[in-house]
């Protein structure tokens, strides 16, 4: 069974995770959609970039006349851009302040960057053609901001070129024709601060619908098994606790039985000792059988359904003449006491109490101490009642689990340990029918510490 629980709980968990990844990967390739939706968009506002001829020639006059006045730009490119960027520089922001007027009467209601890269430029003149950058190089920006690689976005990809040619008379048989041009590719790319947010905001009810459904999924998937797993844990305690009150029956039966026989011989019957005997073991059985009867239909009563006949106890001589009593009956037991020098007034239920401090008393008999102490102590709200044992303890993952009802600690060092698992329970109810509270703290080996708190008033 345990097996077939695991295996069920390991493929669940599996088919979870398959399920998160795919719904991922759906939130993922919507965002994608969403994602160029909204730079489309974008696309559309900076149109009007398209009408930017004027600025490309502007630049290609720039890199002309750095060449024409450079002597040799075949033998150093880095010379020729180091003159390049400072004729640029200007234009660029003249261009910075064209577009940002631009941007500002469309009114947007998030600002934009925007920065356009050479990525390669190849220079034609009458000598041939020489490439200038390469697309293996640095892109060289050509107008705009330069912008985060990891945050920016792809908008557009160009290509153009510009040829000039011009005619100088070097002497009256001949005329030199001269050609300059050159072949652009550019990559242009816009910047929205913020832009994962926005992008964020009109997937809203799509991210909400799908967080929501896994959410869900896993809150139920662990509540399913969460129940599972209490029923099955309630089922074994019921399966105990009958075969543990069978067993408690079993005794006073067949006593009863045999007793049943025993008067049933006329022999016997004449025998007026013989038969005031065996109606004296007839009674204790039902006695018996009586209590184990009070003890299920009692001790399994909810805090709400205890009625309570308060009164008013000192705590000091309660205890006292308690632990007296209870030590008359058990003298192998050492029980010592350490009261609290200010005694106070209580308002409990006398009878009730008795029986939950006799409960956790014979709990501790049960699972093997033979020394006891009991101790009080006072705060302003509670007064506090500590028992403390020398048993065999109870392992830490079965603490919350004692004052269960039907539950039994289940310890292979004790196998005579007799008991239909609420006599904690009992104890549990009791304390919370007062409005108090119990913990317990134990360890294996070195015994138990039961703690309840009353309130004072």
């Known amino acids: 069974m345990k097996t077939r629980i ?168 001949s005329v030199k024709d001269e050609k300059l041009g050159f072949v652009i590719t550019t990559n242009s790319y816009v910047d929205v601060e913020n832009w994962r947010m926005e992008v964020l905001k009109r997937m809203f009810w799509v991210l909400l619908a799908s967080i929501g459904s896994i959410v869900t999924i896993i809150i139920l998937f662990v509540y399913a098994f969460y129940s599972f797993i209490k029923q099955k844990k309630n089922a074994d305690i019921k399966t105990d606790f009958v075969n543990n009150i069978t067993h408690e029956l079993k005794t006073p039966l067949a006593t009863l039985s045999i007793a049943t026989k ?91 109490f008795n029986t939950a401090i006799l409960n956790v008393l014979d709990n501790a008999i049960k699972y093997g101490a033979n020394r006891i102490l009991i101790s009080t102590d006072k705060s302003l709200k509670d007064f506090c009642i500590k028992i403390e044992d020398n048993g065999i303890g109870i392992a830490r993952n079965q603490l919350m689990k004692v004052f269960d009802k039907f539950y039994r600690i289940d310890n292979n060092t004790v196998h005579n340990v007799k008991g239909l698992g609420l006599g904690l329970y009992y104890v549990n109810q009791i304390v919370k029918a007062h409005n108090g509270s119990i913990t317990l703290d134990s360890q294996l080996s070195k015994g138990t510490i039961v703690t309840i708190k009353i309130p004072i008033r």
């Open 6 to 173: 695991n295996i069920l709980i390991i493929a669940s968990i599996i088919a979870l995770v398959v399920l998160s990844v795919i719904q991922y990967s759906l939130i993922e390739n919507t965002f994608k959609l969403q994602r160029d939706a909204f730079f489309k968009e974008m696309k559309q506002e900076l149109k009007f970039l398209e009408k930017t001829d004027e600025w490309d020639e502007a630049y290609a006059t720039i890199l002309k006349q750095v060449v024409i006045e450079y002597e040799d730009p075949f033998n150093s490119n880095e010379k020729l851009f180091t003159l390049f960027y400072k004729k640029r520089d200007s234009l660029n922001e003249r261009f910075k302040n064209y577009f940002k007027k631009a941007i500002e009467s469309k009114e947007l209601a998030f600002p934009i960057a925007y920065q356009k890269n050479i990525t390669s430029a190849i220079l034609i003149n009458e000598l041939g053609k020489d490439t200038l950058i390469s697309i293996k190089n640095e892109p060289v920006l050509l107008f705009g901001d330069s912008l985060n690689e990891t945050t920016r976005y792809h908008i557009n990809k160009g290509e153009w070129s510009s040829m000039s040619s011009s005619k100088e008379e070097k002497s009256n048989l």
């Open 262 to 352: 025993t008067l049933q011989d006329k022999n016997i019957r004449k025998n007026e000792a013989i038969l005031e005997s065996t109606i004296g073991t007839i009674d204790r059985q039902r006695n018996r059988l009586q209590n184990l009867i009070d003890q299920v239909v009692n001790n399994s009563l909810g805090f709400e359904d205890i009625q309570l006949e308060k009164e008013k106890v000192f705590p000091k001589v309660w205890l006292e003449n308690l632990i007296n009593d209870y030590q008359l009956q058990h003298h192998n037991i050492i029980i010592s006491s350490n009261f609290s020098k200010e005694d106070t007034e209580l308002i409990v239920d006398r009878f009730q």
